[in-house]
């Protein structure tokens, strides 16, 4: 590891991902990164991907740390948390990453380069610049969704985004200190658009790189109802939130 390479961590929440933990921990710690850390949130899952967790940071203490999280209350509360624990241990660069294998770790040095070389505040991993595409096994309403869901939010929130509800993103630390994380309440996709409206907001500049999305590997996924209705009504709140102040 070289000294003046930046401390890089990617976090990871996870509710029943023991199948694929695994396998992202290998695919990211097997990149050729300097100084790359990654943490797990798990959100204490009953499958027992907290223990796996645990295994895997007693097998490489140096490259692997585990926060364990008593309750399951949503995707935005296990993201603060662990990105506080890494601002906490002195990351330079912060990625957000799903453990479901549907991000391409491949892409991480591209995305750090871009951190390095440019003045973006934070990276996408997009799917809708030229180059990036969605899996081919997602059915079409679920294509329809998420274009709908970018038109939206892009829409009510001028973020000037081609994929403004991805959760594959590279972050200067600076930048995640400038918009004040711990206050911030929305969940689920949400949760992305509201990091993004507040970089914007924040004069800071958002970098889009192309990937392929891929269908989750294992498992179920976690988009329910509710996660639905918060995504469709937390552009407004936040419009009509900043209007007040």
Do not use: C
Not at 123 to 142: D, K, N, Q, T
Not at 147 to 162: E, G, M, P
Request: hydrophobic content about 40%.
């Amino acid at each position: 590891m070289g000294e003046g390479d930046p401390q890089v961590t990617v976090v990871v929440p996870t509710y029943n991902e023991r199948e694929n933990l695994p396998k992202l921990v290998g695919m990211v710690t097997g990149l050729a990164v300097p100084n790359l850390r990654v943490l797990v949130v798990d959100d204490n899952s009953p499958d027992g991907t907290g223990e796996v967790a645990d295994e895997l940071a007693a097998e490489s203490p140096e490259t692997v740390g585990v926060l364990h999280r008593t309750e399951k209350n949503g995707l935005g509360r296990a993201y603060v948390a662990g990105i506080t624990r890494a601002l906490d241990e002195g990351a330079d660069i912060v990625l957000q990453m799903d453990a479901d294998l549907s991000h391409p770790a491949e892409v991480i040095p591209t995305m750090l380069d871009i951190l390095a070389t440019t003045d973006a505040a934070v990276v996408l991993g997009s799917r809708y610049v030229p180059g990036g595409s969605a899996a081919g096994e997602w059915a079409w309403h679920r294509k329809a969704l998420s274009a709908w869901a970018n038109f939206y939010v892009n829409t009510i929130l001028r973020l000037r985004l081609k994929d403004a509800t991805a959760g594959f993103k590279a972050w200067h630390a600076s930048a995640l200190r400038k918009i004040d994380l711990p206050t911030i309440r929305s969940n689920g996709y949400a949760f992305q658009v509201e990091m993004n409206y507040r970089t914007v907001r924040a004069g800071m500049r958002i970098a889009e790189t192309p990937i392929r999305f891929e269908e989750r590997a294992e498992g179920d996924s976690k988009m329910s109802l509710g996660v639905q209705v918060e995504s469709a009504l937390m552009p407004w709140k936040l419009l009509l939130g900043n209007r007040k102040r």
